[in-house]
C-alpha cells in the first residue's frame, strides 16, 4: 500500500507577513507517530508543506493529512484534489475533531480525537476492504507504542529535527484551550512509560531536544523518574509547564540537571479575573515573580505566553504586561489576541452570546480579533501589534537581559531573543540553503548551563560559546 502523510502549510504561507523560520522550527511528529503502525513492505512517505513543496501529481492509495485551524481550507481543497484522483482520504487532528460535520465533506474517514488506538484499527479495516466512515478514540495509551517512524523526517528541514513527545495532553482544563475538545470522551492526560522516552531520546542523535508536551511537568512522578534517567545523557532541553507546577516541591531543580535551559510557561494574564473567567485555576494566586526568580536562579530562560482580549482586560493591558515581561527578564514573548477556537468553552460561550464576528478560520491565527470583544477590537489589534514592537526592541531585549545577574546569562539572552526575532533575513537564507543544521552548534550554546546570579564578566562571545563547543 502506498500512504502520503501530509501536512498543509497554514493558509498564510502565501502571504508577505509569512516568516518560514517559525514554521521550520519542528517536524511533523503526530503523523510521523501514525506512520509506525504501517506494515514494513508499505510504501510511506511524510510531506511538510511548511518546509516542502507539495506535489500533487501522484496517486496513492492512501492519503492522511492533518488538519489545524488555519490550514483547514487548504487541507480542504488538498483532500478533495485526491478524492478526484480516487485516492482514498482520511482527515483528522484538532480541527477535524472539532468540527467532524464540516471535514466530513472533505474526506473518506475521519479520526475524531488522539489516533494511536484508531489508526491501527483503520489500517485493519482498510485492508479488509472495509473502513468506516468515523473512527473514535476508544482506549487511550502511549504506553508501549512503537518507535515513532524518524526515518520518514527531513532533518535537514528543521532546526529543532529533535522534538519528541512523551505524554498527551495536560492535567488542566482552560477554557481557551483545545486540549478538552481534543480529548473529549476518555483520558486527557497520560504519559509514556519512563524507560519508552528515555529509550526514544537515546535513539536521538546529538544533545539538544525540545520536548513538545503541553505540561511535560504535569505528572509529577513521571517527570522525577524522567529527570532522574537523564541524569548524566549530557542533554540540554527545552519544554513547557505552568507558573503551579515550577513552584511546587523541588522537581524544577531536578528538570535543570537534567539539562532543561528554556522554559515556555503559560502566565497568559496578569489580572485574577481573567484567570477566574477562563478557568485557569492553577496559575490563580500563584506569584508569577516568584516562579520567575527561581527559574532564573537555576540559569533557565523563559518564554512567555500573553493573552490579551479576555473580558477582564483594559487598554492599559498592554503596557503593564510588557512592562512586568521586560521588568522580569522574560527572554522571548509570545502575545496572543484571545481566539475562540472551536470546541472549545470560549467559543460555546462566544457563540450563545452571538459574540463571534467571524468564522473564517484563516483569521483564527490568534493576531486577528475574531469575536466582539470588551475592548475596542482596533485598540485591541493595535495594542497586540503594539506589544510585538516594543517588547522586541532592541532597548527593550537589553533592558530585559540586564535582569539577569549572572553576565553569561544576559549574553544568552540577548543572542536569544535577538536570534528569535532581529535575524529573519538570515534564517531565510539558511532555510532556502537548507542548512539549519548548522545552526544547532549555536543554538546548543546559547542554551549552554549558567548558575546563579553571580556577577562574573564576560569578556567575549566565546565566553559563552566555547565552553559548550567544548562540551560544557
Ligand atoms: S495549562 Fe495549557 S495545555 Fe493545559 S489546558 Fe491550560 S492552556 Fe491547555
Redesign the pocket.
Known amino acids: 500500500m502506498k500512504i502520503k502523510f501530509i501536512l498543509p502549510a497554514l493558509t498564510e504561507a502565501e502571504s508577505p507577513f509569512w516568516r518560514p523560520i517559525k514554521y521550520s522550527l519542528f517536524p511533523p511528529l503526530g503523523l510521523a507517530t501514525l506512520a509506525a503502525y504501517l506494515d514494513p513492505d508499505d510504501d510511506a512517505e511524510i510531506v511538510d508543506q511548511h518546509v516542502q513543496t507539495l506535489d500533487t501529481s501522484d496517486r496513492p492509495d492512501v492519503v492522511a493529512i492533518q488538519v489545524y485551524i488555519t490550514n483547514a481550507y487548504r487541507a480542504y481543497r488538498i483532500a478533495d484534489l485526491y478524492r478526484a484522483k480516487g485516492s482514498y482520504v482520511i482527515l483528522g487532528g484538532l480541527h477535524v475533531t472539532s468540527l467532524p460535520q464540516e471535514a466530513a465533506a472533505h474526506a473518506d474517514t475521519l479520526f475524531i480525537g488522539p489516533a494511536e488506538e484508531s489508526f491501527p484499527r483503520f489500517l485493519r479495516d482498510f485492508r479488509d476492504g472495509k473502513p468506516q466512515r468515523v473512527y473514535e478514540s476508544r482506549n487511550r495509551t502511549i504506553e508501549r507504542i512503537p518507535p515513532i517512524r524518524r526515518d520518514l523526517i527531513h532533518r535537514d528541514r528543521y532546526l529543532v529535527p529533535n522534538s519528541i513527545v512523551v505524554s498527551r495532553g ?1 492535567p ?3 477554557d481557551f ?1 483545545y ?1 478538552d475538545a481534543f480529548f473529549e470522551g476518555g483520558r486527557s492526560f497520560y504519559t509514556q512509560t519512563v524507560d519508552d522516552a528515555l529509550a526514544e531520546i537515546d535513539r536521538l542523535p546529538g544533545r539538544h531536544l525540545y520536548f513538545l508536551d ?2 511535560l511537568l504535569g505528572n509529577q512522578r513521571f517527570a522525577r523518574g524522567l529527570f532522574d534517567g537523564m541524569m548524566g545523557m549530557n542533554r540540554i532541553f527545552q519544554g513547557a509547564a ?1 507558573v503551579d507546577s515550577i513552584l511546587r516541591g523541588d522537581l524544577i531543580e531536578d528538570a535543570a540537571k537534567a539539562g532543561l535551559r528554556s522554559i515556555f510557561v ?1 502566565f497568559e494574564t496578569l489580572d485574577e479575573a481573567n484567570l477566574e473567567i477562563s478557568n ?1 485555576k ?1 496559575n490563580l494566586g500563584r506569584n508569577y515573580r516568584r516562579a520567575v526568580d527561581r527559574l532564573h536562579d537555576l540559569g533557565i530562560m523563559i518564554n512567555g505566553s500573553f493573552v490579551f482580549g479576555l473580558d477582564g482586560d483594559t487598554p492599559d493591558v498592554f503596557r503593564k504586561t510588557v512592562d512586568w515581561a521586560i521588568e522580569s527578564g522574560i527572554t522571548t514573548s509570545t502575545f496572543h489576541i484571545a481566539t475562540p477556537y472551536p470546541g472549545t468553552n470560549f467559543f460555546r460561550d462566544m457563540q450563545t452570546a452571538k459574540r463571534l464576528e467571524t468564522t473564517d478560520w484563516d483569521l483564527y491565527d490568534t493576531r486577528h480579533v475574531v469575536f466582539k470583544s470588551r475592548m475596542d477590537p482596533h485598540k485591541l489589534k493595535s495594542g497586540y501589534d503594539w506589544s510585538y514592537r516594543e517588547f522586541y526592541r532592541w532597548s527593550a531585549i537589553a533592558r530585559a537581559s540586564l535582569f539577569h545577574g549572572s553576565a553569561k546569562h544576559q549574553l544568552k539572552h540577548l543572542f536569544y531573543a535577538g536570534g528569535w526575532k532581529k535575524f529573519e533575513p538570515i534564517w531565510n537564507v539558511v532555510i532556502q540553503l537548507r542548512r539549519l543544521g548548522v545552526m544547532t552548534p549555536l543554538l546548543e550554546a546559547v542554551l549552554s548551563k549558567v548558575t546563579g546570579r553571580g556577577k562574573e564578566r564576560i569578556q567575549s562571545a566565546s565566553d559563552v560559546v566555547e565552553p559548550v563547543l567544548l562540551g560544557d
Open positions: 495536560c488542566h482544563h482552560c484551550c486540549k503541553d505540561h505552568t503559560g485557569k492553577q
